[in-house]
């Protein structure tokens, strides 16, 4: 069974290797102990992105500066282990695939990030002087002493803090603080502090309710980050494999050349001998210019095969890509293991049960039915009318510097006032009425105050207010949210079924990788008699060939059986070990069986936000 393979707070992937090697020289490399990914981001500092912010070019990649073509002229003798255990460590191409799980799982940060709390505010200054054309709008101008324009000078220094809870709740806080000193008439604090202070709240009751709800979206960032968990796991057990694959060509080129080189002897020999034997008239000199031709063609199929092994430990060097000196050109490699044929025990049915229960890809595909599922139950809420309840409760003060003021009002009047305080005269016509101008000493303000006392009001409780109702939202048609539920389903109908293809194919792949297993074994022991049967051959054809009882061509002949069957044992045997490690990559064993172990950690832990 898979156990549950998850990364704790950011941390994607750790992997752990313990390769078993023997001991190494002293100018050999050691196999690593321990190949460790960086197990979480880097979490940059609020304010160290600001000096970039002010740079015109973008700085060149080291990775895209090439410097000088340098070549490590030594050669490092290693075990396949060893070979492993360097590429692991050193092959660009797996490190960045070790770093796709850690990008996933910052998807997760991001999808938690709708609970982080936002606190935000504006501290604003505004001044004006306009002029009016209604005098009871505003004072006597105390420069000019006419009424004529309107001074205003406000300030303002609000907070806000806003926060969504699990079940979708959205949480408001406001703390308002004013400030306004105004020459207007009908201002009798001045200046004026008014504080506020809401809390508002909106709760969904249809779309979007739920107490985990709103984070599904963080599951399936979980998932997907899991996902990508295992995604990385196959594709280390691929490169792992085609680190095998490659070790083993290197050894196998080594052995061909070996075998031409035998081969070109063997011709060498025959030309020696044909022309001894022209020279005491034993054979025709034509037997001598057919061994030479055959040993010109022998000697190419040495060259062949030098430029294989060349090609293939270039191969070899380039994906462990061992570069101690730090060259351009990493360090060759010499496997320092021979063609041994290992023997296993190979069963179907466990093959098949390992592959099923093991394999990183049916993890993975598993992992991305439960995405779609998920995403699927977010778009069928879509469905749903939007309904919400909202309320709100807040409190508030007031107070301001005042004193007894002065009015003045203007007004017309049949016949002279005599009241103090007014002045009446004739408007030019004794006839018409009067223009009186009357000064109204009014009363002190009963909330007159400091800026404290305004909050010790806003503190009482006594002045508040509140709010309570439903607002809703219904979508006539709801066209978007059916074809994305739509989609959604289709979606997850496909991931089943690409899920259940998955499975065949491993099925297939396992079944297939144990006949090849058991094909190269079997070829592993046929050839090996071949080759026994071609040396026999050659020995009896060599000794008639001395008799003259058989022609320059047939020991040739002869000769090529043998080299031919020799290769054939060579490549039985590289073929045995590749279909080794395809099989055990087929049930998923190939990893655990070179002791490379990549650590699952446990339940993620939500930041303290993301927890309500």
Known sequence: MWRRCAVRGGVAVAVAMAILAGAASAEEPAAPSAANPPEAAPQPWRWQVLPDQWKLELPESSAVRVGAITRDEEIARLTLREAIGLALQNNPQIAAQRLEPLRQ????????????????????????????????????????????????????????????????????????????????????LRPQYKPQMNLSIVQPLLRGFGWDFSYLVVKQAEETADQALFQYEANLADFVRQVIEDYWAVVGAREQVEVQKQSKALADRTVEENEARV?????????????????????EQVLIAENNLALTMQTLAQIVYYRPAGTFVPRTIEPAEELTPEKVKVDLDDTLGNALANRPEVAASARGIRVQQLNERVAGNALLPKLDLAGGYGVNGLSGASGITTNTTTFFAQTNQTRPGCACSPTGNLQLPFLCQCQIIGPSSPIAGGWDDAYRRLRSNDFYSYSFGLQFQVPIGNAAAQSQYSQARIARDQAELNHRQLLSSVTLEARQTVNDVLTARQRIDTTRVARELAEENLKNQQKRHEVGMATTKDLLDFQSRLTTARAAEIQAKIDYATALARWRRAQGRLLAEYQIVIRHPGERSAPWFAKF
């Open 105 to 188: 799982s910052e998807g997760v940060l991001q999808a938690q990030s709708q609970y982080d709390p936002l606190f935000s505010g504006n501290l604003t200054s505004n001044q004006s002087n306009t002029l009016q054309g209604n005098a009871l709008q505003v004072g006597t101008n105390s420069n000019t002493g006419a009424a004529s324009a309107l001074n205003t000078d406000q300030r303002d220094a609000n907070f806000h803090l806003f926060k969504m809870f699990r079940p979708g709740t959205q949480a408001t806080v406001d703390l308002l603080n004013d400030r306004l000193d105004t020459n207007s008439r009908f201002t009798s």
């Open 279 to 299: 020279k005491v008239g034993l054979l025709p000199p034509v037997s001598v210019l057919e061994a030479q031709a055959d040993a010109a063609s022998r000697e």
